[in-house]
């Protein structure tokens, strides 16, 4: 089992830019969550997911972000445009089953200049 | 919205000490969950605790949660310069959305 795994590890963009990050759970999990940490704000939930259908994207800053999930094994983060607040670790994770532990991804480390 | 806080912040201890973290909640969770994330790391999972009272042991650490379910601590005993790293619970409330503690950062002095 490869875990979970994100792409690019690190991202270093103009303000402005559109931003794209990518997760691929692991296989036979049921949900997938997107985290960003900050030192200042810790770890927080943008949107989770489960069987692809987003179910709570009240974590999500404002609209210059979105996510979707067109299949079981995919999901991608967008951030458009981007702004150096959004300079951060942004974490994909996934989990069988409701309460269960959650896979972090390594994760990838967003600089927007 | 639940809230989750956790103390202290940033603990600094000579290697055999023991170490405590402490997690709060304001409301009645489900089930606490500890993580630990090395230095440049992404959080991994420890252990899961649903029942009030449950305590659990993973070698030199020792988890608890309380009788009302609404705190839990993760005690190290002897710590090694292995343990480095920052310590997060992450509180369920039943609505499967987890909410992390802040963290507590663990230095081990040599």
């Known amino acids: 089992d490869a875990g979970v795994i994100q792409s690019p590890r690190h991202e270093v963009t103009e303000m402005g830019q559109e931003v794209t990050l990518r997760c691929k759970p692991i296989?036979?999990?049921?949900?997938l969550f997107w985290y960003r940490q900050t030192m200042m704000r810790g770890l927080e939930l943008l949107i989770y997911f489960n069987n692809n259908v987003p179910i709570d994207d009240s974590g999500m800053p404002e609209d210059r972000f979105s996510a979707k999930m067109p299949n079981a094994s995919f999901s991608t983060l967008k951030i458009q445009p981007s702004e150096p607040r959004d300079s951060a670790v942004y974490f994909c994770a996934s989990s069988f089953g409701t309460d269960s532990p959650l896979h972090f991804g390594n994760g990838t480390r967003l600089t927007v200049t | 919205g639940q809230q989750v806080m956790q103390i202290p912040q940033y603990q600094h201890v000579q290697e055999g000490e023991d170490f405590t973290t402490y997690c709060n909640s304001s409301?009645?969770?489900?089930?606490i969950q500890w993580y630990k994330q090395r230095p440049g790391g992404h959080p991994v999972f420890l252990i899961q605790?649903?029942?009030?009272?449950e305590v659990k042991k993973q070698k030199r650490l020792t988890f608890q949660f309380g009788e009302a379910k609404k705190n839990s601590s993760l005690h190290i005993t002897a710590t090694q310069t292995t343990d480095v790293g920052t310590y997060f619970c992450a509180a369920g409330a039943g609505s499967y959305q987890l909410t992390f503690g802040k963290g507590t950062k663990l230095s081990v002095i040599p």
């Open positions: 409301t009645t969770l489900s089930n």
């Open positions: 296989s036979g999990h049921d949900y």
């Open positions: 605790l649903v029942k009030s009272g």
